[in-house]
């Protein structure tokens, strides 16, 4: 089904929804939507314009059913594998393995030592403590899995969340006692599915406009690769020295900061991203990937988005604790170094500064842009853009901070849980240009996440300070675990 098509039973489903009407009207998709196959529900669910009507029709759909764990994973890795195998682009290109290298496991353990320290507010005392050979890496840290194992009997609160064939993704309740009849289904859940960031574009007025000036031929960054060879599947666009995008994505790769002599992390299709800096990810790793208006149409090696983009890793959300909510979790081996998925939702920013304003969804937004970002003025000033399209977007940059709100609108990354020790981080990629709303904000795994592991993400320090008595993530470094009084005073190299 072409998004088009989708637009089209959208009206037709909810015509008369203030909600849909809104979105059909003022909201703007910012990257080309993925593919869609109506699932069965998705028209009563859209009817529905608020959350108890919502709730209702979800209870009408719950019930018990059977779990056999060991049976799914080992069905669900078997689905994965012969999916990557029919694939033309994964086929020959991608190598699906595990972490079994010790030099670079003892890299991911320096990553993840520094990304705790930082999620305890200690980012000022992370020293680069020797180099990676000299950490012994601890056989004890096998204590600290927190792979979820979920009752035998489970609650199916959605069959599929996503209403989308292609993308099933199920909703389970193991809260023990809780029944069909008794389930609670709270509002967070009952948000709009989407795959790709969108924005108000009557609230987001300039944002609007740097969208607009983008489309023009000077402001895109866009390659013309190709090949002659019809069977030639994959475009080495990475491998040209002389494609655009990849040229933007080289410029971005030399704000890293790595250390101890290793090489910065590259955002190609089909290479793990392995962090190698003691700096906050986030700021320092960036890449620029191909899109489908480039000669290439994003089939080539110089695009990090199309493993997220295949929905390579089947998911599920769960939860088993009614105060901490939902999470989720995959039934397969994601190996270390692997971009998983998108964190989308509305890009807010502007509006957020209007009068008489009132937007309170801090807990759920990631924030995307800072002020003052001179690495991203710098890399505009460097652009052959237009004049006027350089300044819109530098005012942008230095004077709005922008966010990703999946409150309304997003996927199942904003069910990641909080972690003292996260699996996963968060990274920013550009794409066709570099405008706020060419951001898509990248789920990379730090470290090999074993089947039924939850998918974490360190939600700030601020959120971790409030935490430090109730945090439950379970991991070696929770601030409410066992070992809360070493691990605060451990340095870089002991954690």
Known sequence: MSAEETMEALREFAPQADNMTQYLTSNVETSQPLPFDVDHGFAEYIKANCYDKRRSVVKNSVKEVESDELKQQILAHGEMIEKIKSDPELNSNYRFDAIYNEEKMRQICRVLAQRTMISQGRIVEIST????????VPESILDYQTIYFPPEKRIQIMKNITFNKKDVIPVYSDIAGETVESISIPNSLLFDYTDVNYFNQTAEHNLARAVKMAAEDKN???????????????????????????????????????????S????????????????????????????ELCGCEA???????????????????????????????SNVLIPAGTPVTEFVGEIIGEQIH????????????????????????????????????????????????????????????????????????????????????????????????????????????????????KCQCGTFACLNGPESREMKNASHAEV
């Open 299 to 329: 089939k080539c090696t110089n695009n990090v988005l199309m493993i997220p983009n295949k929905r390579l890793f089947p998911v599920e959300m769960f939860r088993s604790n009614e105060k901490l909510g939902f999470g989720v979790r």
């Open 129 to 136: 403590c020797g180099e990676d050979r000299n950490i012994k």
């Open 354 to 469: 209007m009068e008489n304003v009132n937007w309170n969804n801090i807990e759920y937004a990631y924030q995307v842009t800072y002020g003052e970002d001179d690495v991203m003025k710098q890399l505009v000033d460097q652009a052959t853009f237009s004049k006027n399209y350089k300044s819109l977007i530098k005012d942008l940059y230095a004077s709005i901070s922008y966010y990703l709100d999946p409150t309304v609108c997003g996927n199942y990354a904003r069910m990641a849980s909080h972690s003292c020790a996260a699996n996963m981080e968060l990274v920013r990629v550009f794409q066709k240009s570099l405008s706020p709303a060419h951001i898509h904000l990248v789920m990379v795994a730090v470290t090999d996440i074993f089947p039924g592991t939850p998918i974490t993400i360190d939600y700030g320090n601020d959120y971790a300070t409030r935490l430090e008595n």
């Open 220 to 262: 895109t960054i866009k390659c013309s690769c190709c090949s002659s060879d019809p069977d030639k599947k994959v475009i080495r666009c990475y491998e040209n020295r002389n494609c655009p995008c990849f040229i933007m994505n080289e410029k971005l790769q030399k704000f890293q900061k790595p250390t101890n002599g290793n």
């Open 264 to 291: 910065p992390a590259k955002f190609t299709s089909f290479e793990p991203i392995h962090f190698t800096s003691t700096d906050r990810h986030f700021y320092q790793h960036m890449g620029f990937a191909c899109s």
